[in-house]
């Protein structure tokens, strides 16, 4: 789908994140809070956004609130942001994006399926995602 790792990544995260919008509007006519917040990363805060609710950015539409990830993951890569390093793994730098534990049950399923989705491992420097 994605040729870039850093696209393969932010596309992983919304997986992660169980962002599916067949499946939400299956379930429910108002969708997931990511659906109805047009987040598909669940982002907390982020230049892009046009409000928040509930401790979480609302976006335009759902393009908005991908590339909201692709920002946030070069922030992590290219140094720009005071929680992760560029030198961190992905592990590290997954585990700060959706508030897990590393080792928790909750990150090993979340980094099981980052990795398996952009082919990315765990233990790659998060900088690695800027290269092809």
């Known amino acids: ?3 870039t790792k850093i696209f393969k990544v932010a596309y992983a995260i919304v997986m992660a994140e169980g962002w599916d919008p067949g499946a ?3 379930a429910s006519s108002l969708g997931t809070r990511s659906w109805r917040n047009h987040n598909p990363g669940n982002i907390r805060l982020s230049i892009f956004q046009s409000g928040q609710k509930d401790g979480f950015a609302i976006f335009d539409n759902d393009i908005v609130g991908f590339f ?3 920002h ?5 890569a290219a140094g720009g942001s005071a929680n992760v390093k560029p030198t ?8 700060k994006y ?10 090993n399923t979340y980094i099981a399926i980052v990795e398996k989705i952009s082919g990315v491992s765990r233990n790659d420097q998060i900088k690695s995602i800027l290269q092809n």
């Open 1 to 3: 789908m994605f040729k």
């Open 24 to 26: 939400t509007i299956v």
């Open 68 to 70: 909201a990830i692709i």
């Open 72 to 76: 946030q993951l070069t922030l992590y």
């Open 88 to 95: 961190d793994s992905l592990g590290f730098a997954m585990a």
């Open 98 to 107: 959706s508030g897990t534990t590393i080792g928790s049950p909750q990150w």
